[in-house]
Every structure is written in structure tokens, then in C-alpha cells.
């Protein structure tokens, strides 16, 4: 049973683009939620998608959006990007209170 | 919205010795409370967790306790071993809002042998 899985492992970007990440969640997992971490800080909470839809959402500007698919698989979109937005993107799936993280994606903004 | 602390945010022991960690919590609606271990360019990594219900909760070596009148819940590891040393995170979330976890900004564990 595969756990969580992301993709890209690491993405440069400039700033001003636009990014894509990727999310498969645990098998039997319904929700999946992402996270921003900065070096040396504790995951910032940036939404959660269940049913295909955003169900709870941090405190992050709109041009952080996602998706869920209905294979409960999940995007992530940041448009816009700034230097700020360097970090290591997690994603987490459940299908309760406990979470599991994926590897995450480590995101360089030039 | 939920914020949580976290204390030590550096600890140093030596092998065989005890690290406690503490955090604080400020939502009364918390009812869900998980600790993470995440070791150098790795995911984090559930460790133990504890629901409001429960005052203390063991799994060999590690055991959470859990204050919910102080609104403080601490994380112990007996018997430390160089593996151990990671950075630990707590976290706070409540079932209102599917358990979105509020981290607290981590603590670096160092196990010298």
C-alpha cells in the first residue's frame, strides 16, 4: 500500500509564474489537506479539500488554489509567485483526525 | 484562530536521559492533539497523539500528557537514543474544522552518545 505521494520532488521557478503541484493520497484516504513549511518553521495550514471541495481554508491569498479530483488526488496553483513563496509544500491526506504526510515538494522562486 | 507554542525550541541530552517537550494551546475547541517527528529533508512523521478525552496516552518509550483546564500538553521520551534526535512539532486542531492541524514552530532534539 503506497502512503502518500507527491510530485515534483523540487521546482524552480521565476518569480511571476505560476506552479503546479501534485497530490495521491493513502489509499481509503477522502480529504486532503496542504500545507507550507519555511525553512527552519512548523507547516503553515493552507486548505483542505474534501468531496471535491475547499472545506476549510488558512490564512493564504487567493492565489494559492487547488483542486480535488475524483479520485481524491489533489492539485495545488500558485499564481503569481513571489520570492516568499519558497518553501517545501506538504500535502497530507486522512480520512479522520490523523493525518499523513507526503514527501513533499521543495519549491525554489528566483 | 488557534496558536499554539512550543518550548523548548532547542534540547540538548545525553543518550539514556529524558527530553520533555511542552506546548500551549489557546482554543478551547481543540479536541485533537498529535505530535510529529521530522529528521533532516524528510516528511513529518506521527509519532503519538492524544484526544481531549484522554489524560495521558504511552507507546514505549514516548508518552503525551494532556491538560485541557491549563490548555498544555507535553510530549516525553525516556531513554533517548542518537536516533531519536529530529526536530519534534506539536500541533492542536478541532473536528469544526477537519482537523486542519495549528503546528507549534518545533523543537530540535539533539541525542549526543
Known amino acids: 500500500d503506497a502512503g502518500v505521494t507527491q510530485s515534483p520532488t523540487h521546482l524552480i521557478k521565476t518569480r511571476g509564474q505560476q506552479v503546479t503541484l501534485r497530490c495521491s493520497p493513502k489509499?481509503?484516504?477522502?480529504?486532503v489537506s496542504w500545507y507550507q513549511q519555511a525553512l527552519g518553521q512548523g507547516p503553515q495550514f493552507i486548505f483542505q479539500?474534501?468531496?471535491?471541495?475547499?472545506?476549510q481554508r488558512g490564512n493564504f491569498p487567493d492565489r494559492f488554489s487547488g483542486h480535488q479530483f475524483p479520485n481524491y488526488s489533489s492539485e495545488l496553483n500558485v499564481n503569481a509567485l513571489l520570492l516568499g513563496d519558497s518553501a517545501l509544500y506538504l500535502c497530507?491526506?486522512?480520512?479522520?483526525?490523523?493525518?499523513?504526510f507526503g514527501p513533499g515538494t521543495r519549491l525554489l522562486v528566483l | 484562530g488557534e496558536n499554539v507554542e512550543q518550548h523548548p525550541s532547542t534540547l540538548s541530552v545525553q543518550e539514556g536521559d529524558s527530553a520533555v517537550i511542552k506546548c500551549t494551546y489557546s482554543?478551547?475547541?481543540?479536541?485533537?492533539f498529535p505530535w510529529y517527528k521530522q529528521e533532516l529533508g524528510k516528511r513529518p512523521q506521527l509519532i503519538i497523539d492524544?484526544?481531549?478525552?484522554?489524560g495521558e496516552k504511552k507507546d514505549q518509550r514516548i508518552a503525551v500528557t494532556l491538560n485541557k483546564t491549563a490548555k498544555h500538553f507535553s510530549l516525553h521520551i525516556t531513554e533517548t537514543q542518537p536516533e531519536d534526535s529530529a526536530v519534534y512539532f506539536c500541533?492542536?486542531?478541532?473536528?469544526?474544522?477537519?482537523?486542519?492541524?495549528?503546528f507549534g514552530k518545533g523543537t530540535s532534539l539533539l541525542v549526543t552518545p
Open positions: 497530507a491526506s486522512s480520512n479522520g483526525e490523523t493525518q499523513y
Open positions: 489509499s481509503g484516504h477522502d480529504t
Open positions: 479539500y474534501y468531496e471535491e471541495e475547499e472545506r
Open positions: 482554543d478551547s475547541a481543540s479536541n485533537y
Open positions: 492524544i484526544r481531549s478525552n484522554v
Open positions: 500541533a492542536a486542531s478541532d473536528s469544526n474544522s477537519g482537523y486542519a492541524l495549528n
